[in-house]
């Protein structure tokens, strides 16, 4: 069943909820996340369904900091029908900051047959950093540097 690009971020933002969606799952085996503004430790691209599973099994403990009350979603078409540009912001508590969070992402997610190929995934690196409590590490990676 191939599900439009509304659909396909529909259960990305399922994902982000924790309502049993494997982000992985919803790329083509080729497919491609890429992080533009990744923050120092975390990598700026993912080729193929198996290293996102990997990586994301693997960084899967941060997702423990959080208490997600809520994830909201705004989706906007472009002029490419494969294409939409996707803001998701959840919110709720974290242990990591040791208190309550809002944190926006945008996405531009490009989906063929189903599936999506490619997702630039523009995050905040300091947003990031200070929601799971690792500012000094930012900090110091970015000293280092």
Excluded: C, N
């Excluded at 198996?50 to 009350?69: T, V, W």
């Excluded at 974290?94 to 309550?100: A, C, I, M, Q, R």
């Amino acid at each position: 069943m191939d599900r439009s690009p509304r659909e396909v971020v529909e259960q990305v933002r399922r994902m982000v909820a924790g309502d049993g969606v494997v982000f992985a799952d919803l790329f083509s085996a080729d497919g491609v996340l890429r992080y533009p503004f990744a923050p120092p430790g975390m990598p700026r691209e993912i080729k193929g369904r198996d290293a996102m599973r990997e990586y994301h099994g693997a960084a899967s403990s941060r997702r423990s900091l959080l208490e997600i009350e809520g994830v909201d979603m705004v989706v906007r078409d472009t002029d490419d029908p494969e294409v939409v540009v996707v803001e998701i912001e959840h919110h709720g508590y974290s242990h990591g900051s040791g208190g309550p969070y809002r944190f926006r992402a945008l996405g531009i997610v490009r989906v063929r047959d189903g599936e999506i190929v490619e997702y630039d995934d523009y995050m905040d690196p300091i947003a990031l950093a200070a929601l799971l409590g690792r500012t000094e590490d930012l900090v110091a990676a970015l000293s280092a540097a």
